[in-house]
Protein backbone atom coordinates (compact mmCIF):
# COMPACT_ATOMS: atom_id res chain seq x y z
CA UNK A 1 0.00 0.00 0.00
CA UNK A 2 1.20 3.65 -0.84
CA UNK A 3 2.89 5.32 2.15
CA UNK A 4 1.11 8.76 2.50
CA UNK A 5 4.23 11.76 3.83
CA UNK A 6 3.59 12.96 7.30
CA UNK A 7 4.20 16.38 6.56
CA UNK A 8 4.91 19.06 9.39
CA UNK A 9 5.64 22.32 8.01
CA UNK A 10 6.37 25.81 9.52
CA UNK A 11 6.55 28.24 6.86
CA UNK A 12 7.68 31.48 8.02
CA UNK A 13 4.99 34.77 7.53
CA UNK A 14 7.65 36.84 5.36
CA UNK A 15 7.76 33.92 3.18
CA UNK A 16 3.90 34.63 2.71
CA UNK A 17 4.08 38.16 2.21
CA UNK A 18 5.87 38.18 -0.49
CA UNK A 19 3.84 36.40 -2.67
CA UNK A 20 1.30 38.94 -2.95
CA UNK A 21 4.34 41.72 -4.02
CA UNK A 22 5.61 39.17 -6.43
CA UNK A 23 2.81 39.13 -8.88
CA UNK A 24 2.99 41.42 -11.89
CA UNK A 25 7.01 42.81 -10.39
CA UNK A 26 9.07 44.08 -12.34
CA UNK A 27 12.04 44.58 -10.80
CA UNK A 28 15.16 42.55 -9.18
CA UNK A 29 14.74 39.14 -7.68
CA UNK A 30 13.39 39.54 -4.05
CA UNK A 31 14.45 38.00 -1.19
CA UNK A 32 12.45 35.51 0.91
CA UNK A 33 12.80 34.44 4.28
CA UNK A 34 14.17 30.91 4.15
CA UNK A 35 11.23 28.19 4.79
CA UNK A 36 11.83 26.32 7.90
CA UNK A 37 12.67 22.83 8.76
CA UNK A 38 10.04 20.06 7.32
CA UNK A 39 9.38 16.47 8.07
CA UNK A 40 8.32 13.74 6.38
CA UNK A 41 7.61 10.09 6.67
CA UNK A 42 9.97 9.03 4.10
CA UNK A 43 13.50 10.67 6.18
CA UNK A 44 13.96 7.61 8.09
CA UNK A 45 14.03 5.55 5.07
CA UNK A 46 13.91 7.58 1.09
CA UNK A 47 15.84 10.27 2.07
CA UNK A 48 18.24 8.90 5.58
CA UNK A 49 21.31 9.57 3.22
CA UNK A 50 20.88 13.34 2.73
CA UNK A 51 18.88 14.33 6.13
CA UNK A 52 21.26 16.64 8.02
CA UNK A 53 23.50 17.27 5.18
CA UNK A 54 23.64 21.01 2.98
CA UNK A 55 25.18 22.46 0.48
CA UNK A 56 27.51 19.87 -1.88
CA UNK A 57 27.13 17.04 0.84
CA UNK A 58 23.40 17.41 0.22
CA UNK A 59 23.20 17.92 -3.26
CA UNK A 60 25.39 14.92 -4.14
CA UNK A 61 23.18 12.57 -1.69
CA UNK A 62 19.92 13.27 -3.44
CA UNK A 63 21.23 12.82 -6.55
CA UNK A 64 22.07 9.44 -5.47
CA UNK A 65 19.18 8.92 -4.68
CA UNK A 66 16.67 10.18 -7.13
CA UNK A 67 18.87 8.72 -9.87
CA UNK A 68 17.17 5.39 -9.31
CA UNK A 69 13.94 5.92 -11.44
CA UNK A 70 12.00 4.18 -14.07
CA UNK A 71 12.29 5.45 -16.61
CA UNK A 72 9.41 5.74 -19.63
CA UNK A 73 8.76 6.69 -23.44
CA UNK A 74 8.03 9.88 -24.58
CA UNK A 75 4.68 8.51 -25.71
CA UNK A 76 4.14 7.45 -22.36
CA UNK A 77 4.11 10.57 -21.59
CA UNK A 78 0.47 11.38 -22.75
CA UNK A 79 -1.46 8.93 -20.75
CA UNK A 80 1.23 9.60 -17.58
CA UNK A 81 -0.39 13.07 -17.17
CA UNK A 82 -3.71 12.31 -17.24
CA UNK A 83 -3.00 10.76 -13.99
CA UNK A 84 -0.38 12.92 -11.99
CA UNK A 85 -2.01 15.84 -13.54
CA UNK A 86 -5.57 14.88 -13.01
CA UNK A 87 -7.96 17.66 -12.22
CA UNK A 88 -9.29 16.71 -8.28
CA UNK A 89 -12.66 18.08 -8.89
CA UNK A 90 -13.12 16.30 -12.48
CA UNK A 91 -11.68 13.31 -13.14
CA UNK A 92 -11.91 13.43 -16.59
CA UNK A 93 -9.76 16.80 -17.03
CA UNK A 94 -5.99 17.51 -16.27
CA UNK A 95 -4.91 20.88 -14.90
CA UNK A 96 -2.94 22.93 -16.92
CA UNK A 97 0.26 24.60 -16.40
CA UNK A 98 0.94 28.48 -16.27
CA UNK A 99 -3.06 29.00 -16.90
CA UNK A 100 -4.62 27.10 -14.31
CA UNK A 101 -6.96 25.59 -16.78
CA UNK A 102 -8.87 22.25 -16.30
CA UNK A 103 -8.97 21.05 -19.61
CA UNK A 104 -10.53 17.38 -20.74
CA UNK A 105 -8.01 14.57 -20.88
CA UNK A 106 -9.17 13.63 -24.39
CA UNK A 107 -8.00 17.14 -25.51
CA UNK A 108 -4.22 16.35 -26.13
CA UNK A 109 -2.45 17.41 -29.27
CA UNK A 110 -1.35 20.16 -30.87
CA UNK A 111 -3.85 22.12 -32.34
CA UNK A 112 -5.43 25.43 -30.94
CA UNK A 113 -7.62 24.83 -27.82
CA UNK A 114 -5.53 21.07 -27.61
CA UNK A 115 -2.93 20.87 -24.38
CA UNK A 116 0.60 19.41 -24.90
CA UNK A 117 3.35 18.76 -23.23
CA UNK A 118 5.64 21.38 -21.33
CA UNK A 119 9.02 20.70 -20.97
CA UNK A 120 9.58 23.13 -17.60
CA UNK A 121 13.00 23.04 -18.33
CA UNK A 122 13.28 23.68 -21.84
CA UNK A 123 14.79 20.79 -23.80
CA UNK A 124 17.09 22.86 -25.82
CA UNK A 125 18.70 24.02 -22.74
CA UNK A 126 21.02 21.29 -22.58
CA UNK A 127 20.13 19.92 -26.01
CA UNK A 128 18.24 16.68 -24.79
CA UNK A 129 15.26 16.64 -26.68
CA UNK A 130 12.47 14.27 -26.14
CA UNK A 131 14.91 11.73 -25.31
CA UNK A 132 13.91 8.88 -22.76
CA UNK A 133 15.34 10.21 -19.74
CA UNK A 134 15.83 14.39 -18.97
CA UNK A 135 13.24 14.76 -22.21
CA UNK A 136 10.65 12.09 -20.19
CA UNK A 137 11.06 12.94 -16.67
CA UNK A 138 8.04 13.40 -15.69
CA UNK A 139 8.90 15.68 -12.68
CA UNK A 140 9.44 18.68 -15.14
CA UNK A 141 6.79 18.02 -17.80
CA UNK A 142 3.34 19.55 -17.42
CA UNK A 143 0.43 19.70 -19.30
CA UNK A 144 0.02 23.21 -20.48
CA UNK A 145 -2.30 24.66 -23.13
CA UNK A 146 -0.64 24.92 -26.69
CA UNK A 147 -0.93 28.36 -27.17
CA UNK A 148 0.30 29.34 -24.10
CA UNK A 149 3.19 26.75 -24.02
CA UNK A 150 4.47 28.46 -27.60
CA UNK A 151 4.78 31.57 -25.69
CA UNK A 152 6.81 30.40 -23.14
CA UNK A 153 9.07 28.55 -25.54
CA UNK A 154 12.49 28.20 -24.47
CA UNK A 155 12.87 31.28 -22.40
CA UNK A 156 14.25 31.38 -19.10
CA UNK A 157 12.50 32.56 -15.37
CA UNK A 158 12.16 35.90 -14.57
CA UNK A 159 10.06 38.61 -13.43
CA UNK A 160 8.21 41.04 -15.02
CA UNK A 161 6.96 41.57 -18.19
CA UNK A 162 3.44 41.63 -19.81
CA UNK A 163 0.48 39.96 -19.66
CA UNK A 164 0.16 36.27 -21.44
CA UNK A 165 -3.22 35.84 -23.36
CA UNK A 166 -5.32 33.10 -21.70
CA UNK A 167 -2.29 32.33 -19.54
CA UNK A 168 -3.72 33.01 -16.07
CA UNK A 169 -1.66 35.88 -15.45
CA UNK A 170 1.42 34.59 -16.70
CA UNK A 171 3.82 37.30 -18.01
CA UNK A 172 6.19 36.92 -21.26
CA UNK A 173 8.88 39.78 -22.30
CA UNK A 174 11.61 39.03 -25.11
CA UNK A 175 13.87 37.13 -22.80
CA UNK A 176 11.64 35.64 -19.78
CA UNK A 177 8.87 34.13 -18.84
CA UNK A 178 7.32 34.15 -15.18
CA UNK A 179 4.12 31.68 -14.15
CA UNK A 180 1.05 32.74 -12.56
CA UNK A 181 1.74 33.40 -9.38
CA UNK A 182 0.11 30.20 -8.11
CA UNK A 183 2.74 28.22 -10.58
CA UNK A 184 5.71 29.85 -9.31
CA UNK A 185 7.31 28.24 -6.51
CA UNK A 186 6.17 24.22 -8.70
CA UNK A 187 8.36 25.56 -11.68
CA UNK A 188 10.83 26.48 -9.38
CA UNK A 189 10.88 22.84 -7.61
CA UNK A 190 11.01 21.32 -11.27
CA UNK A 191 13.67 23.14 -12.52
CA UNK A 192 15.89 22.66 -9.28
CA UNK A 193 15.22 18.90 -9.06
CA UNK A 194 16.11 18.60 -12.66
CA UNK A 195 19.70 20.54 -11.70
CA UNK A 196 20.13 17.65 -8.85
CA UNK A 197 19.12 14.59 -10.73
CA UNK A 198 20.95 15.52 -14.45
CA UNK A 199 24.56 16.23 -13.31
CA UNK A 200 26.23 14.77 -16.75
CA UNK A 201 27.23 11.66 -15.34
CA UNK A 202 24.63 9.62 -17.52
CA UNK A 203 25.47 10.48 -20.95
CA UNK A 204 23.21 13.96 -20.43
CA UNK A 205 24.60 17.31 -20.37
CA UNK A 206 25.10 18.72 -16.23
CA UNK A 207 21.94 20.94 -15.71
CA UNK A 208 22.59 23.56 -13.82
CA UNK A 209 20.75 26.91 -12.79
CA UNK A 210 22.31 30.32 -12.97
CA UNK A 211 21.62 34.19 -12.78
CA UNK A 212 21.22 34.64 -16.42
CA UNK A 213 18.30 34.92 -19.09
CA UNK A 214 19.13 34.20 -22.74
CA UNK A 215 20.79 30.66 -21.82
CA UNK A 216 19.58 29.22 -25.57
CA UNK A 217 21.18 25.61 -26.00
CA UNK A 218 23.57 26.26 -23.09
CA UNK A 219 22.73 23.51 -19.94
CA UNK A 220 21.57 26.33 -17.47
CA UNK A 221 18.23 27.96 -16.40
CA UNK A 222 18.06 31.26 -14.70
CA UNK A 223 17.27 32.61 -12.78
CA UNK A 224 19.00 31.49 -9.45
CA UNK A 225 17.40 34.10 -7.36
CA UNK A 226 14.03 34.38 -8.59
CA UNK A 227 13.58 30.49 -8.26
CA UNK A 228 14.68 30.75 -4.73
CA UNK A 229 12.29 33.68 -4.41
CA UNK A 230 9.32 31.78 -6.06
CA UNK A 231 9.79 28.52 -3.81
CA UNK A 232 9.45 30.48 -0.44
CA UNK A 233 6.49 32.60 -1.93
CA UNK A 234 4.56 29.72 -3.35
CA UNK A 235 4.86 27.01 -0.99
CA UNK A 236 4.41 23.19 -2.13
CA UNK A 237 0.06 22.68 -2.24
CA UNK A 238 -1.62 19.56 -2.18
CA UNK A 239 -2.00 19.30 -5.96
CA UNK A 240 1.74 19.37 -6.17
CA UNK A 241 2.10 16.63 -3.43
CA UNK A 242 -0.41 14.16 -4.71
CA UNK A 243 1.43 14.66 -8.24
CA UNK A 244 4.71 13.79 -6.76
CA UNK A 245 3.17 10.95 -4.76
CA UNK A 246 1.67 9.77 -8.37
CA UNK A 247 4.62 9.52 -9.87
CA UNK A 248 6.66 7.92 -6.79
CA UNK A 249 4.08 5.13 -6.87
CA UNK A 250 3.23 4.51 -9.96
CA UNK A 251 5.87 5.76 -12.85
CA UNK A 252 9.08 6.65 -12.17
CA UNK A 253 9.58 5.35 -8.42
CA UNK A 254 11.70 8.52 -7.13
CA UNK A 255 10.52 11.65 -5.75
CA UNK A 256 11.34 15.75 -5.99
CA UNK A 257 13.18 16.17 -2.56
CA UNK A 258 12.25 19.77 -2.79
CA UNK A 259 8.54 19.14 -2.80
CA UNK A 260 9.01 17.53 0.20
CA UNK A 261 11.93 19.72 1.64
CA UNK A 262 11.53 23.08 0.20
CA UNK A 263 14.16 24.55 2.73
CA UNK A 264 16.67 21.99 1.02
CA UNK A 265 16.41 24.69 -1.91
CA UNK A 266 18.13 27.60 0.03
CA UNK A 267 20.55 24.78 1.95
CA UNK A 268 22.11 23.67 -1.69
CA UNK A 269 21.63 27.37 -3.12
Do not use: C
Not at 37 to 61: F, H, M, Q, R, V
Not at 71 to 80: G, P
Not at 124 to 133: K, L, R, W
Not at 204 to 227: H, I, R
Amino acid sequence: MPVTPIRTRRWKPLALAVSTVMIGLAAPALTATPAAATTTAYDTTYYKNAIGKTGTSLKSSLHTIISSQTKISYSAVWDALKATDQDPNNSSNVILLYSGVSRSKSLNGGDVGDWNREHTWAKSHGDFGEATGPGTDLHHLRPSDVQVNSIRGNLDFDNGGSAVTNGGGSTVDSDSFAPRAADRGDVARMILYMAVRYEGDDGWADLEPNEKVGNGSNPYMGKLSVLKAWNEADPPSAFEEKRNQVIYDTYQHNRNPFIDHPEWVEAIW
